[in-house]
């Protein structure tokens, strides 16, 4: 619902509520409203309670209700931001840190669904969720090229079989020790899942579509990073190719299997006076 309705809505609401009518009757209404899947006009009812007594007995719980139910993912990120501010110790703020950590995630904002889950672990560290934190944390460390962080928190989850991110940590690890050519690590962590989670050709897909490559530059804009693709072939250097990410343009050289090509091919690299850097990558 476009946000002008929404606040024309819940000023007509106000006004036609009764100055009888208890917080408590608003609450239930909001609630009812919600179970009845009439989203919208339950936070209405919920946020009234909040604008209305923001310090109230009701306001706590109407204000998570309406972050929980509110049907745009950024809007349920403004929401549970506003009520941790308001009641960082409330009983909910458990679960306020949790959603708003996945929803950092789901948008591909990883910096600030980071900051979340350490937040949440720093203040629940034997939390309900607290394995699929630091599961998520690994994840994200996978994808920013944090190996060390990503093969410590799977390693950790590993050795906890009562865990529901028992099989999916073994399989993360597989990835990790197939990339370096651990072939032993690679066939205990094999062994494990055979037959549990996932099916293995799984792996060797998801292996297929990760490489190691060398960045070894970034440009605002595409003129700049073809100048220095060319500059880079005329000095030697083969198989450089350039990506588009966020705002910028990066130059890469190599697709390779595991770590070590990578390292083997940046040492010839600097040997021409050149720097760059390790990351992972999918195709």
Do not use: C
Not at 11 to 36: C, D, W
Not at 177 to 186: A, C, L, M, T
Not at 203 to 226: M, P, R, Y
Not at 249 to 268: E, H, I, M, T, W
């Amino acid at each position: 619902m476009n946000k002008t309705i929404s606040i024309i809505l819940l000023v007509i609401i106000m006004a036609a509520i009764p100055a009888a009518e208890t917080l408590a009757e608003l609450h239930r209404k909001g609630l009812e409203a919600i179970a009845s899947e009439q989203y919208e006009e339950g936070i209405l009812f919920l946020r009234s309670i909040y604008l209305k007594s923001p310090r109230s007995e009701y306001a706590e719980s109407a204000r998570y209700y309406a972050a929980y139910f509110a049907q745009d993912i950024f809007q349920q990120i403004v929401e549970f931001k506003d009520f941790l501010e308001m009641f960082p110790h409330s009983k909910f703020a458990e679960d306020a840190y949790y959603f708003l950590s996945m929803n950092y995630y789901i948008s591909s904002n990883f910096n600030n669904s980071r900051y979340y889950l350490e937040q949440y672990l720093w203040n629940y560290p034997g939390g309900k969720y607290a394995d699929k934190v630091n599961f998520y944390l690994g994840i994200i460390a996978m994808k920013t090229g944090e190996d060390d962080l990503y093969f410590s928190k799977m390693s950790s989850l590993s050795h906890q079989p009562d865990s529901s991110f028992y099989l999916p940590s073994i399989f993360h690890l597989s990835i990790y020790y197939r990339s370096r050519g651990i072939d032993e690590k690679v066939r205990d962590a094999e062994e494990i899942l055979k037959g549990k989670y996932p099916p293995m050709v799984m792996i060797e897909e998801i292996v297929e579509n990760i490489f190691w490559t060398i960045q070894l530059g970034a440009f605002s804009k595409e003129t700049g990073a073809e100048t220095y693709k060319i500059e880079m072939k005329e000095a030697g250097i083969k198989d450089v190719f350039v990506l588009k990410s966020g705002k910028y343009y990066k130059v890469y050289s190599g697709r390779f299997k595991n770590r070590n090509d990578a390292k083997k091919k940046l040492k010839k690299i600097k040997e021409k006076g050149y720097e760059g850097r390790i990351i992972k990558k999918e195709k």
